[in-house]
């Protein structure tokens, strides 16, 4: 294959793919708001502080509300999350391994809990599709799987 396409692609939209854990969130996500209203709001006359909390944790769960977008070329990895672009290379990485919704990248050696901050989540599709040709691609390029 050219260095322009990718050798794997696919797209993951965690909101429109798990539906009843989607309107749990929602819910959660109201439930948590009429509660911080409650109290930064009505209780302490500071507005501030409820826009402040409720964005801030918000967009701590943005990537769960856009669709991502995964291409792996022979050389990189390139993820958009609607407007940010990210490109690592295979060498950034020492291992991988699966987790819950898909393959963490870490950049050390073994599993440490820095992953999630040093690291690159990849999160698969509903269909796990990918999954079988992610884990060979990774192998020959990364090939330390723990």
């Not at 794997?8 to 209203?37: K, M």
């Not at 919704?101 to 509903?126: A, N, P």
Request: aromatic letters at 18%; proline letters at 3%; glycine letters at 4%.
């Amino acid at each position: 294959m050219s260095n322009n396409e990718p050798n794997l692609s696919w797209t993951s939209h965690p909101l429109r793919d798990y539906p009843l854990t989607s309107i749990i969130l929602i819910l959660f996500i109201i439930v948590l708001s009429a509660g911080l209203w409650q109290i930064a709001v009505v209780s302490w006359d500071m507005p501030l502080f409820f826009y402040l909390g409720m964005g801030i944790f918000c967009f701590s769960l943005i990537t769960y509300f856009i669709p991502t977008n995964y291409e792996f070329y022979e050389d990189k990895i390139v993820i958009y999350y609607f407007f940010i672009r990210i490109e690592r290379k295979y060498s950034d990485f020492g291992c991988f391994y699966l987790d819950k919704k898909g393959v963490m990248l870490s950049t050390f050696k073994t599993h440490r809990r820095l992953d999630s901050f040093r690291g690159q989540s990849v999160r698969f599709s509903k269909t796990r599709a990918e999954k079988d040709e992610l884990l060979k691609l990774l192998k020959d390029k990364i090939g330390n799987q723990v």
